[in-house]
Structure formats: structure tokens, C-alpha cells
């Protein structure tokens, strides 16, 4: 068993984490490859799981941070990917937020511009709206990042935010936030102070044990509730003959 997944299990196990909820997203490897809309579908699946486990139940969060543990973890997608499921899947409004400031990737993945973005709705005026852009379909919309300098994630934690973050849980039924690694910055924890909760995303085989758990305590002394954890890029061996049938 590797220390990923033992990961998974202690955050199971702990007394203050026994409601979080723990997804594996598969990244399946057959004998002799693997169709692309195959390994689509079984990621889609995933998702879904983590949206109806997190999002559809009683009581659930409705502003998210979604934070990797480390640079790569694959954060932006997962976020992206349940943004989009809980648009296409009940008819909410959802807005999805890059709060990553560090190293922006959403705009390619949702096949939109970076301007104008957060930056500009943190230093002018305006209602929130006059920044978003709509995406996919008419429940979702999407603010950037917006135009960067080195003092742009000092916004993050600024009274403007505070503001920016009330106008968007007010417009919309769901906010999901992107955020930057948390090894390596601690923007994860201002944008969790101003949500629901916090789930984080590791990756597979390459997530140490030792970074996992400092992400959490480090959470926990900041008051950041843990939703749950997404164990992302997990490979599992499909048996030829079940791949022949997909």
C-alpha cells in the first residue's frame, strides 16, 4: 500500500477529520493502452462522486477551496472539473475563481482569456458580475486571475477581498476556488478563511506522507474547516479482457 493512500486512511481515521469525505480519481492502466474518451468517463465518474459526497448533502459547503499540496498535484482541473459537474448536474449558479495568483492555468482549460479577472475586481470598481465571464453553459461563470504583479496575492488577504468574496457568495449558489500549492505558499489558508472549507488534492505516488499532514495541521491551527481530500492520478491496472469491453 503506498503512503498516499495511508494518507487517505489516517485522515479517515482522526477524531476531528471523521466526516471528510476521501475520492480517488482512477487514471487507469491497461496492458495495451487506453482510449482517451475511456479514461475521460472514468475520471468524469469521480467527479461526480466527489460533487454528490461533498455539494449534495444536507448542510453542504457552498464556498470551496480546492489547494494541491504540492505544485502539479493536477488542482486546477479537479476544480474546474467539479465546477463544471455541479453546473450540468442541477440547475445552481456556480462561479469558479482562480485565486492562484503564483502560476494561473485556468483560462487554457476553460478556453477563456485571463482579463479582466480578480486583480482588476480587487483595485476598481464595480460589481463583481462586470468581471466574470460565462462559461459552458448558462449556470457557470468564471473570474480569473486577471493581470498579475508581484504583490497581487497580498490582495488575497486584504479587506477588499473580504468584500469581493461576500458579492460572490451572494450572487451565486456554489463558489469554487482554485488556490495555489500549499507547500509553498500560504494562500490557500487566506482563501480558506473566507470559505466553507477547504479540500485538498494530492497526487498519486508522488504526495509525501510528512507535506500532507503539515498541510493539515496548518489548516487546523488557522480554523480552516478539512472537507475532504482528493487522492488525484491514481493508476490501476485494467485486466485485457474487462479492456476489450469498454
Known sequence: MSGNFDIMQE???????????????????????????VRSQLANDSTLRLVQQIFQRQG?????????????????????????????????????????FRSPGLPSIMQTTSYPGLSD?????????????????????????GPLTVDSPNLLSSER??????????????VIYDAPPMTRYADAIALGQLSDGIVLVLEAESTRREAALIAVEHLRSSNVPILGAVLN??????????????
Not at 492520478?233 to 469498454?246: D, E
Open 161 to 174: 477581498m473580504k468584500v469581493r468574496s461576500a458579492e460572490l457568495r451572494k450572487e451565486f449558489d456554489f
Open 11 to 37: 485522515m479517515e481515521r482522526d477524531p476531528a477529520l471523521h466526516s471528510n469525505r476521501v475520492i480517488e480519481r482512477p487514471f487507469p492502466v491497461p496492458g495495451e493502452g487506453l482510449q482517451r474518451h
Open 233 to 246: 492520478k491514481r493508476k490501476f491496472p485494467i485486466p485485457q479482457s474487462i479492456y476489450k469491453r469498454l
Open 121 to 145: 475586481a480587487l483595485i476598481e470598481e464595480g460589481t463583481i458580475r462586470s468581471y466574470l465571464k460565462p462559461v459552458c453553459n448558462e449556470n457557470l461563470w468564471f473570474l480569473s486571475a
Open 60 to 100: 453542504a459547503p457552498r464556498v470551496v477551496v480546492f489547494a494541491g499540496i504540492d505544485h502539479g498535484n493536477g488542482c486546477s482541473e479537479v476544480a474546474a472539473s467539479v465546477a463544471e459537474t455541479i453546473a450540468a448536474n442541477a440547475p445552481r449558479r456556480v462561479c469558479l475563481v482562480e485565486g492562484n
